[in-house]
């Protein structure tokens, strides 16, 4: 199992730029891949994009394509979502994820692939 710890949220106007990093500790080797979701109030929970570990594929939703970047570090540490040109609909609670190696097929977006969540970090956007 590993630990996850996001960071890097805040309060920011539309059309500005955020960073957010997933720290993680633990058996990191263990992973597949790390995944961003979110949640904004009285919604589901709802995919963002994914980092794979081997290649560096990426993966994102349409709703933020072109708009956020997933990458992470050699060493398994770090994942990093970077948001340009936020929008006030992008306000949520950002989780960070991991899927761990197993026999299933990976579907990035569907939530029971990740044995692990972070706490989550605010991120507010305003118009």
């Known amino acids: 199992q590993v630990q996850l710890v996001e960071s890097g949220g805040g309060l920011v106007q539309a059309g500005g730029s955020l960073r957010l990093s997933c720290t993680v500790s633990?058996?990191?080797?263990?992973?597949?891949?790390l995944a961003w979701f979110r949640q904004a109030p009285g919604k589901e929970r709802e995919f963002v994009g994914a980092?794979?570990?081997?290649?560096?594929?990426?993966y994102y939703a349409d709703s933020v394509k072109g708009r956020f970047t997933i990458s992470g570090d050699n060493a398994k540490t770090t994942v990093y979502l970077q948001m340009n040109s936020l929008k006030p609909e992008d306000t949520a609670v950002y989780y960070c994820?991991?899927?761990?190696?197993?026999?299933?097929?990976?579907?990035?977006?569907?939530?029971?692939?990740?044995?692990?969540w972070g706490q989550g970090t605010q991120v507010t956007v305003s118009s």
């Open positions: 633990g058996r990191a080797f263990s992973t597949r891949a």
């Open positions: 980092f794979m570990w081997s290649g560096d594929t990426t």
């Open positions: 994820a991991a899927n761990y190696y197993t026999r299933r097929a990976y579907q990035p977006a569907r939530p029971d692939d990740y044995g692990s």
